[in-house]
């Protein structure tokens, strides 16, 4: 019994040895237009933040498992699962049964159970996460190394009171235009979080749409200013609005787009107009979009529409001083940015 504790203790220590390099790591995942983006914390702990798609071939799943391994992972800590919709979980029971899941986190029951698909997904994430499941609010932390990551948003709410280097007024308010509500409600109750580690900040919001971004944003800016941003809802243009853009004021914008998902025109035109921003990486060429809007080449990730693509990641690897490089694994290209 002694010995066999030892030998658990033993590879445990290994398994979180080999991840851990002492910087943070990014990698998000290519699921044709779900999500699923992996950290790596500077101790080797990790948090998934959504499981893509459901697919007879596993597709997703075995994406996933892939980035796992790359990073060195023989679990993941923390799922987050910030919404049930089926491009944010399908592939989490499949996952489960290639790499064990440790503890899952949400935003609370689903509020589209009257949908026969979404309940069966909320079932199975019921059963798979039962004893091991944390509800978030918005201002709750979530464990991971010495990361701090703050939940800024969950069913609904946001933060009430604002995040380092927030709390100013936001001149671009009064230019809000509402939106018809979402069609499915289940996005605004996304699980938006920001992550810091040292001086340098990461914001993915989910599928959060427009009008409950604005929570987040006005009458003051509660995020404070972003160095990495994840473009909400995959980049589409129901959220992504003009006055949260204005005021995270993002250093580098990562579209986890598909090929028809995500990425109109207006979205870059927007992220394009803000002060800082030096380059928008994506995960697919948007094949909707103008090729000169697209961002240049060697920073997509995968070029095909279809069952040829090769679902090649991007990675991203932040170090204590808060410079963080982008890698595209398709072409090898890196370029370095400074967290300000
Ligand atoms: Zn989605
Ligand atoms: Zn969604």
């Not at 703050?150 to 230019?175: F, H, R, Y």
């Not at 509500?181 to 001086?199: E, H, I, K, M």
């Not at 005021?247 to 107009?273: C, D, H, Q, T």
């Not at 920073?299 to 991007?314: K, P, Q, W």
């Amino acid at each position: 019994m002694i010995k066999t504790s030892l030998l658990t203790l033993g590879l445990l220590t290994a398994s979180v040895l080999s991840a851990a390099s002492g910087n943070l790591e990014i990698y998000w995942i290519d699921a044709e237009g779900g999500a699923a983006t992996l950290i790596v914390a500077p101790t080797g702990e990790s948090v998934l933040v959504d499981t893509a798609n459901r697919r007879d071939d596993d597709r997703d799943a075995n994406r996933i498992l892939a980035a796992t391994k790359a990073a060195g992972l023989s679990k993941i800590d923390i799922l987050v699962t910030t919404h049930y919709h089926g491009d944010h979980i399908g592939a989490m029971p499949a996952l489960a049964k290639l790499i064990p899941i440790e503890h899952y986190m949400d935003h609370g029951p689903s509020v589209e159970l009257d949908r026969p698909r979404v309940a069966a997904l909320y079932k199975a994430y019921e059963d798979l996460s039962a004893g091991k499941r944390t509800m978030l609010k918005a201002g709750d932390k979530i464990p991971l190394g010495a990361l701090d990551i703050t939940v800024v948003q969950s069913a609904g709410e946001s933060i009430t009171s604002p995040l380092p280097g927030g709390g100013a007024a936001n001149p671009t308010c009064s230019s809000f235009e509402p939106i018809a509500a979402d069609t499915d409600p289940d996005n605004d109750q996304s699980v938006g979080f920001v992550l810091r580690f040292c001086d340098f900040t990461f914001l993915d919001l989910g599928d959060l749409t427009w009008n409950y971004e604005k929570g987040l944003v006005c009458p003051a800016n509660m995020l404070g200013k972003i160095d990495l941003y994840q473009t909400t809802h995959h980049g589409l243009d129901r959220s992504n609005s003009p006055q949260i853009l204005a005021v995270i004021e993002p250093v580098v914008a990562v579209f986890n787009n598909g090929a028809r998902k995500g990425g109109p025109a207006a979205v870059f035109e927007n992220l394009r107009a803000t002060p800082r921003l030096e380059d928008i990486w994506q995960g697919h060429f948007a094949t909707r979009t103008p090729k000169e809007i697209n961002t240049a080449e060697q920073m997509i990730a995968n070029l095909g529409d279809g069952a040829d693509c090769e679902g090649n990641l991007l990675k991203a690897v932040v170090l204590p001083d808060g410079k963080f490089t982008l890698t595209n694994m398709r072409n090898g290209f890196s370029k370095s940015y400074q967290s300000k």
